[in-house]
C-alpha cells in the first residue's frame, strides 16, 4: 500500500510514477485525495461530539447533587450521541471505498528503472558462454523421458496438462537441487522455515496479490463458516506474513528466512509451444529467500539476494543473464526486480529461474508490520524483500541439455553429486 502522506503532497509525481509501470491512476488518485478530505473532516467532527459529549457527561452528576433537572442534557446527549453514530457509519462507508481505491494501486517503481514492459528490460551483466555440441543435441522431453527421469504421460493422466511426475533418478536429482539451495542458504545464516500451503486472504493481501489478483490462486472449496484458503503461489506470499501486525525491535532486523514449498499457479493452462514439459507448469518446487530490512538497509539486501541467487546458478556451471526488470514488468507489489536468465538450447533463449524484488514498504504498509528504532521515537515500517532460490522446473531442463553427452547421458554438476551418488545419468 502507498504512503497517503505522499499521495496528498505530490499526486503528480505519485501518478506519473505509476504510468511508468503502466497504471492510468488519474481517477483513482483524484478520488482517494477527495475520500481522505471527507475522512479527515468526519473524524474530527466526531472527535470534537465525543469529547462535548465526555464533558457534558461529566456534568450531569453535579447536577442531579444540585436538585437541577438534567432531562434537557439527556435529551442534548441522546441528539448528540445519534449524530457520532450518524458519523460512524459514514466514516465505515468512506473507508472503505478509501481502502479499496489505496489497496488497488500498484506499487511505486524506483525512479531507475525504464518506463514500460518487456521490450525495455535491460540485461546488465552475462554469466560464461553459450553451450555448443559436436552432436545433433536433444531437448529436454526427450532427454528426460529416453533416461525416465521424468513421467509427462502419467503426470498428465493423474492431474491433466500442466502437470508431471519425477520417477527414480529424475526425483533424486530434484531432491539434490533442493538440498543444494537450502544446504548454501543454512550457511549464509538463513532460517529454513517450513510454512502452510494452504493460506488465508490476509496473506495475499498484505503480499500485494489479493485483491486484484484474486482469481489467479487456487480456491479451496470451503463450508460456508470455515475459513476461506488458496493454495501459496509462492513461498512469499506466507513469509512477508510471518511478522503481519507486528512491531519488532531494530535488534530483530534483518530478518532472514528460506523456505521450500511446491508453488500453484493457475497462469500454466495458457503456455506455449515452445515451454513443452516442465518450463511451465501448474506445480513446481522452489525455495524462496525473505528478508526484512530497515529501510536504510533495503538496497544492500537487494544486492546480497541477487549475488545469492547468481551464485547458485554459476555453482550449476550454468551460462546465464541477470536482467533488470523495466517498471510495467515488475509485478504489481514490487519497486524493483532483477531476473536471473538461464539458457536452454532447445529454445535458443533465456528462461527464468530466479525473480528478486524489492517492495519497499508497500507489504510492510498492508501488512502493518513496523520495527521500533533501539534510542526511540515513532514506529516506523519494514522493507520486505524476496527472491526464488531457486525454483527447480526450469533447472532440471538446463541440466539435462546443458551436459547431455552424444550417448544421451547427462553429466551431473560436480555441487550435486554428493547428493546423487553418481557423476552421470544413464539410461537402466
Keep these: 500500500m502507498l504512503d497517503v502522506k505522499l499521495i496528498r503532497e505530490n499526486p503528480e509525481d505519485v501518478i506519473r510514477r505509476l504510468a511508468a509501470k503502466g497504471t492510468d491512476a488519474r481517477e483513482d488518485i483524484a478520488r482517494i485525495l477527495e475520500l481522505d478530505t471527507l475522512r479527515r473532516e468526519i473524524i474530527g467532527g466526531n472527535e470534537t461530539k465525543k ?24 435529551a442534548a446527549m441522546k441528539e448528540l450521541s445519534s449524530q457520532i453514530k450518524e458519523g460512524d457509519e459514514k466514516l465505515a462507508q468512506v473507508e472503505t471505498e478509501y481502502n479499496t481505491l489505496l489497496l488497488g494501486l500498484p506499487n511505486l517503481p524506483d525512479a531507475d528503472l525504464a518506463p514500460g514492459g518487456k521490450e525495455n528490460n535491460e540485461p546488465i551483466r552475462y554469466f560464461g558462454d553459450p553451450h555448443s555440441f ?11 523421458t529416453d533416461l525416465g527421469l521424468i513421467d509427462y ?32 542458504h543454512l550457511s549464509d545464516g538463513y532460517e529454513l522455515v517450513l510454512v502452510p500451503h494452504m493460506l488465508g486472504y490476509e496473506c ?48 530483530d532486523l534483518p530478518r532472514k528466512y528460506i523456505s521450500y514449498t511446491p508453488c500453484f499457479r493457475r497462469e500454466a493452462g495458457s503456455y506455449r509451444t515452445d515451454e513443452r514439459g516442465m518450463v511451465r507448469g501448474h506445480q513446481f518446487n522452489k525455495v524462496e529467500m525473505v528478508q526484512y530490512t530497515r529501510p536504510e538497509d533495503s538496497d544492500a539486501a537487494f544486492e ?98 546443458q551436459n547431455q553427452n552424444a550417448d544421451g547421458s547427462v553429466t551431473v554438476p560436480p555441487v550435486l553429486r554428493k547428493y546423487l551418488g553418481v557423476d552421470v545419468l544413464k539410461k537402466n
Design 51 to 74: 469529547a462535548e459529549q465526555n464533558r457534558v457527561s461529566k456534568q450531569i452528576p453535579q447536577m442531579k447533587k444540585e436538585g437541577k433537572d438534567p432531562s434537557a442534557v439527556f
Design 134 to 144: 559436436d552432436f545433433a543435441p536433444k531437448n529436454h522431453v526427450d532427454l528426460c
Design 153 to 184: 504421460k502419467r503426470g498428465t493422466k493423474l492431474s491433466g496438462n500442466g502437470f508431471w511426475i519425477y520417477r527414480g533418478m529424475g526425483a533424486r536429482l530434484e531432491w539434490a537441487l533442493l538440498n543444494y539451495f537450502i544446504d548454501t
Design 204 to 251: 495475499g493481501l498484505t503480499a500485494g496479490q489479493f485483491p486484484k489478483f484474486k482469481d489467479e490462486v487456487y480456491w479451496l472449496e470451503t463450508a460456508e463458516d470455515e475459513r476461506r484458503r488458496f493454495m501459496l503461489p509462492t513461498a512469499e506470499t506466507a513469509l512477508v506474513s510471518l511478522h503481519r501486525d507486528e512491531i519488532l525491535t531494530e535488534a
Design 304 to 401: 546480497e539476494l541477487v549475488g545469492k541467487a547468481e551464485a547458485l546458478v554459476k555453482g550449476l556451471g550454468f551460462h546465464f543473464r541477470t536482467v533488470k526488470l523495466a517498471a510495467a514488468d515488475c509485478s504489481a507489489s514490487m519497486a524493483r526486480t532483477y531476473d536471473i536468465e538461464i539458457h536452454i538450447p532447445s529454445m535458443d533463449g533465456y528462461k527464468e529461474v530466479s525473480s528478486v524484488s524489492n517492495a519497499r514498504d508497500y507489504q510492510a504498509r498492508r501488512g502493518s508490520i513496523r520495527f521500533k528504532r533501539d534510542g526511540g521515537g515513532a514506529t516506523e515500517f519494514v522493507h520486505t524483500l524476496n527472491g526464488s532460490g531457486l525454483a527447480t522446473s526450469r533447472i532440471l531442463p538446463a541440466i539435462v541439455e
